[in-house]
């Protein structure tokens, strides 16, 4: 009788929490959000385990899927008076995303490992993902931004992303390389031990610097140079070492490698420490006209830094998976701030740094390449150090995204995300091959950076955080003119931060 009158208090229960019902996409959530959740149909075929284990829908889950809809019979679909009892709603580890193609994704719960990290390692993980190679581009960017513009740039960037970014968190409760020397290469020596190289000042595009020395009579730099050209041997060699990865069943071996990120971060700040009280600081102020070795202040190709940064800055797609396991969840959006905090400064230091001590005169400012890893020739040991960091970081991440591709295309075409060792082949040989495309005919890290950045971040940074505001507020009845016109002007300044790469 207990029970009976239980489900009659559930059947009769005419308040339904529309506002939080995130609708089948949000694939966490908690317990206590179950009810509000609308189950939906699935075939039991081709379920995909967010874990990567193939299963089927169990029997238990069909039965459920079978009472629900009862239920839903009982009355009109425009009656939202009548909800299943707790009973019939199946457990989260019984929910599942249908995909279109065929296939589905099980839910996991928003509880499990819920509650493991303290509010120090959930903002050193963050952290630690936003940091990548866009890290190499930074001093590049600070030079075509202008110095001034450029540390101006980096904030206001962090800022607007770091809001677009609490957007994505709030959202959940408002919605249902190696270098080499060619001939054409110039070296300064500072200090004896710590030469800075201008690759592009043979071709013209950069002052003649008089103290510079020529190696063009180098026997062995130039045999050097013949097999390890960047452009032209480097990438070939990359394909033995990374095509054999990319066919592993499961990527598990190399997620336990995550900490080289950290490590490599880590000695890039004590290299460009180390880097900077050797050379000293070399800086001249000059608003917007440039002199023969120092750029201006303010430069018009500041677009490119906010491509560079829209990417250094996106943490967005995952942002919700890294706060999840936070012991206190009402610390998310403070651990945030701090974790943008940290990463801004650390742009800031890397950047202000290199960008400052670069040895001007005699070489001019518009000497730093877009890796500034370049502007140290292959025979300084630290730099080389740096490369080894990440290129050992580079395999264990590298091999993780072709899985996840992997997981994507095959796993929705064909229903099995390893359906043979030809298709896994093929798939990864189109993956490398674009890769060695673009290192062969496009060497640019930062270009390849900023026009990335800028696209994925028009999708993810900057429209559907801000869309999915608007409509929440308007679903709520809440939306204002100021609030309308704020998060279409951001939409906008995505839109413009793509458009401008292209006449950059």
Request: with cysteine.
């Amino acid at each position: 009788m207990a029970n009976m009158n239980s489900d009659s208090r559930h059947l009769g229960t005419s308040q339904v929490d529309h506002e939080r019902d995130p609708g089948p996409m949000n694939i966490q959530f908690e317990p206590s959000d179950l009810r509000s959740k609308r189950p939906f149909y699935i075939e039991p075929t081709n379920i995909v385990n967010v874990n990567h284990v193939i299963q089927r829908v169990s029997d238990h889950a069909s039965a459920m899927n079978k009472r629900i809809h009862y239920y839903s019979r009982l009355t009109t679909p425009a009656d939202k008076a009548l909800i299943a009892p707790d009973h019939v709603v199946p457990a989260p580890e019984e929910c599942y995303v249908y995909s279109p193609l065929g296939s589905a994704y099980k839910l996991q719960s928003y509880t499990e490992g819920y509650g493991k990290n303290t509010s120090l390692v959930t903002i050193f993980m963050i952290w630690n993902t936003m940091m990548g190679t866009s890290i190499l581009s930074i001093p590049w960017g600070i030079k075509q931004a202008g110095f001034t513009t450029g540390m101006c740039v980096i904030i206001l960037m962090g800022l607007l992303t770091l809001y677009c970014c609490y957007r994505v968190v709030k959202s959940r409760t408002m919605m249902y390389f190696i270098h080499h020397i060619n001939d054409t290469d110039t070296i300064l020596s500072t200090n004896n031990s710590n030469p800075v190289i201008c690759p592009s000042a043979g071709s013209g595009g950069h002052p003649d610097n008089s103290s510079m020395i020529f190696y063009a009579n180098d026997t062995g730099a130039q045999q050097f140079e013949k097999w390890w050209d960047k452009s032209r041997t480097v990438p070939f060699y990359l394909v033995g070492l990374l095509l054999p990865l990319l066919n592993f069943k499961s990527p598990s071996f190399f997620s336990k490698f995550n900490i080289l990120g950290t490590v490599s971060v880590l000695y890039l700040i004590f290299l460009v420490t180390f880097k900077a009280v050797r050379l000293g600081f070399h800086l001249e102020f000059h608003w917007f006209i440039p002199t023969e070795f120092f750029v201006p202040e303010i430069r018009f190709q500041f677009p490119q830094l906010t491509g560079v940064l829209t990417l250094a800055f996106f943490i967005h797609n995952c942002i919700i998976t890294l706060l999840k396991n936070n012991k206190k969840q009402e610390n998310n959006v403070r651990d945030l701030c701090i974790a943008y905090m940290l990463v801004t400064l650390t742009y800031l230091y890397i950047g202000v740094l290199v960008f400052a001590s670069f040895p001007s005169p005699p070489l001019s400012k518009d000497c730093i390449e877009q890796n500034f890893l370049d502007n140290f020739p292959s025979s300084d040991t630290l730099s080389f150090i740096a490369r080894i960091f990440l290129l050992f970081q580079m395999m264990t991440v590298y091999p993780l995204l072709g899985y996840l591709a992997r997981v994507q295309l095959l796993g929705h075409i064909f229903g099995d995300i390893y359906p043979s060792i030809f298709h896994v082949l093929i798939l990864n040989l189109i993956i490398v091959g674009a890769g060695v495309i673009m290192a062969c005919f496009y060497p640019n890290i930062g270009g390849i950076i900023r026009y990335s950045g800028a696209a994925c971040g028009l999708a993810f940074v900057f429209i559907y955080p801000s869309l999915i505001y608007i409509i929440s507020l308007h679903q709520e009845e809440r939306l204002t003119w100021p609030k309308l016109i704020f998060h279409v002007f951001i939409i906008i300044l995505g839109m413009a931060n793509l458009i401008v790469q292209f006449f950059m």
